[in-house]
């Protein structure tokens, strides 16, 4: 038996018998003088086989995981893009090979996509080493068909690309080991999404795993232990029966509504960043969707969505999830997410720099293009809108002005929106909490942020992992700003929703009850636990605290 400890990303345990990846040597030669117009032609059939290949694996992973089968689509535009192509064509016509051409090009693109500070983007550059490691077992006529071994497996390899993943049946897969990899590794959300573990990141000792034997794995704590005894299978087959168990107990929290036993109504909602998030709402049965990150549209692209880009999502989120009240904050650019197209400098301290609605109120432009993309999709759907970071209240001030600019030009074309749409704000500074009095006057709702408002009231940067320990969302200071913002929202006669990570802290559903919160949007593989425990929570004496 044998123990190591890698990154958990995804909380869950599993014991089954090692499966290692197939590792094939993918090395190319480097040939110079060749003729270019072979080469060429020798990239375009390639290229197209590996194209029809993604078209299959698109195919067959769409069934049944929407979200994973975009990633295909995503190294089928890869693939066909200008600038990748223009770079192989560039290397060819100077007179090399086209293996050589398409290793060096996808290095290019690597290292363009590591060197980001845009965390998605960074991700893409795994998306091209699948890419060019796809064209290479092309070029050499290797079409794999892994033999999977009988039964269920944890599988196991240095790098683990979706297009490694697809290779195998889902129900087979019972988790996932890597050397490398991240949290945010494709991996490691199709792990979250398919409720399985997955330990990355197991550096020289991924080396010490045999190819052979049975295997224990804890997603949450990174813990892998090889050949376990009786003792810990044991110990890992109760964690098992436990998890099982209470998914099979939140079922019975489904269609039902979050009132305690007060009688108190929480909407619980879910926080979404894109369109394939849409169906984790509908599984987990949330009654709205309390935060949709907007930025991660304009993360995920290379220029600045356009309106019309911007209002089919919304369009359809709000279509698809009707009659759930979406609200979709607006533009929350700047500090840890940045897009390299808005060429916002380097900044000392970026958490209190140019962000989110600072931004958005000094380049109207491209808040009013947002703005117009929200309000026309309002027509479709029951939608409201949330500002970030807001300090002042003239901010508030200046966002209903620009809304009102929008509307007249909607009015103007016959273009229909919905006039009663609600305008709320974050709450996450501290400033906006002592002025909630004065900022409720002005707008529909209230939804606490409550990931930067610790970090703002603790003084504790959220991105820092050396002072992590500080960062505690139950703080005193917080449970206050918390108490004070409800109080206030509650006596100008709005309702108040917390939408950062401590909404699903089930420790603190009795203080959010106490404080008649009235939603908590939390990610959807939480919205039954909070459904749970609201249902579940026997109020003693609310009154006097
Ligand atoms: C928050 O700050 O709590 C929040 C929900 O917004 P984000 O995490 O996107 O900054
Ligand atoms: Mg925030």
């Known amino acids: 038996m044998k123990t190591i400890i890698g990154l958990g990303a995804s909380d869950r345990v599993a014991i089954e018998k090692i499966h290692y990846l197939q590792e094939l040597d993918l090395s190319v030669e480097k040939k110079k003088n060749c003729k270019p117009d072979i080469e060429l032609k020798k990239f375009f059939d ?28 995503i190294h089928q535009m890869m693939l066909e893009d200008l600038d990748y192509t223009e770079s192989v064509e560039s290397l060819i016509t100077k007179g090399y090979n086209a293996e050589y051409a398409v290793q060096q090009t996808g290095l290019k693109f690597k290292q363009l996509f590591e060197s980001s500070d845009n965390e998605i983007l960074q991700s893409r550059a795994m998306d091209v080493s699948d890419i ?4 290479i077992k092309a070029f050499k006529g290797i079409n794999e068909h892994e033999k999977a071994p009988e039964g269920k497996f944890i599988l196991i390899s240095r790098d683990l690309y979706p297009s490694d993943i697809v290779k195998f049946d889902h129900n087979q897969i019972a988790g996932f080991v890597t050397q490398y990899g991240s949290k945010n590794s494709h991996a490691a959300i199709l792990a979250r999404t398919l409720n399985i573990p997955i330990v990355v990141n197991l550096g020289n000792r991924f080396d010490e795993i045999p190819y052979f034997g049975t295997m224990a794995i804890n997603g949450a704590t990174g813990e892998i232990i090889i050949n376990p005894n009786k003792y810990i299978l044991g110990i890992y087959k109760k964690k098992i029966k436990e998890a099982e168990e209470y998914a099979q107990l939140l079922e019975k929290y489904r ?35 309390g935060l949709f990150r907007s930025e991660f549209i304009y993360l995920e692209r290379n220029d600045y969505p356009s309106e019309e880009d911007q209002f089919n999502i ?50 109207p432009e491209i808040f009013k293009t947002q703005l117009r993309a929200l309000y026309r999709a309002s027509a479709f759907g029951n939608l409201a809108i949330m500002i970030p970071m807001i300090t002042h209240v003239e901010q508030v001030l200046e966002v209903k ?11 103007i074309n016959h273009i229909p929106f919905d006039a009663d749409l609600k305008v709320g704000i974050m709450i996450e500074t501290p400033a906006a909490v002592m002025i909630s ?43 206050r700003m918390i108490a004070l913002t409800a109080k206030n929202a ?15 802290d089930l420790n603190m559903i ?26 579940e929570n026997h109020l003693k004496n609310h009154q006097d605290l």
């Open 314 to 363: 919304y369009k359809e989120v709000v279509e698809r999830l009707k009659p759930r009240q979406i609200i979709i904050r607006t533009l929350d650019i700047g500090a840890d997410k940045t897009a390299g197209y808005f060429h916002l400098n380097k900044e000392e301290n970026p958490a209190l720099g140019y962000r989110a609605i600072r931004i958005c109120l000094k380049q």
């Open 490 to 504: 509650h006596d100008a006669g709005i309702w108040v929703g917390i939408c950062g990570e401590s909404a699903s």
């Open 255 to 289: 269609n039902k509504k979050a009132i305690s036993s007060d009688g108190h109504h929480v909407t619980i909602g879910a926080n979404i960043g894109n369109l394939t998030d849409i169906d984790l709402v509908i599984n987990y049965d949330a009654d709205a969707v």
């Open 401 to 411: 002005e620009i809304i009102k600019e929008v509307q007249n030009e909607l009015l």
């Open 437 to 479: 009095d004065l900022l409720a006057k002005e707008v529909d709702f209230f939804s606490i942020g409550t990931n930067d408002l610790t970090q703002y009231t603790l003084a504790v940067d959220r991105m820092n992992t050396e002072i992590e320990h500080l960062f505690d969302s139950t703080h005193e200071s917080i449970k």
């Open 510 to 535: 009795d203080f959010y009850l106490t404080h008649k919160i009235d939603e908590l949007s939390v990610s959807p593989s939480k919205v039954l636990q909070v459904k749970k425990a609201i249902i």
């Open 46 to 73: 390639n290229r197209d086989i590996v194209l029809s290949r993604l078209q299959v694996s698109y195919d067959k992973t769409k069934v049944h995981d929407e979200k994973t089968a975009q990633v295909f689509e």
């Open 132 to 135: 060019t490691n796809q064209m």
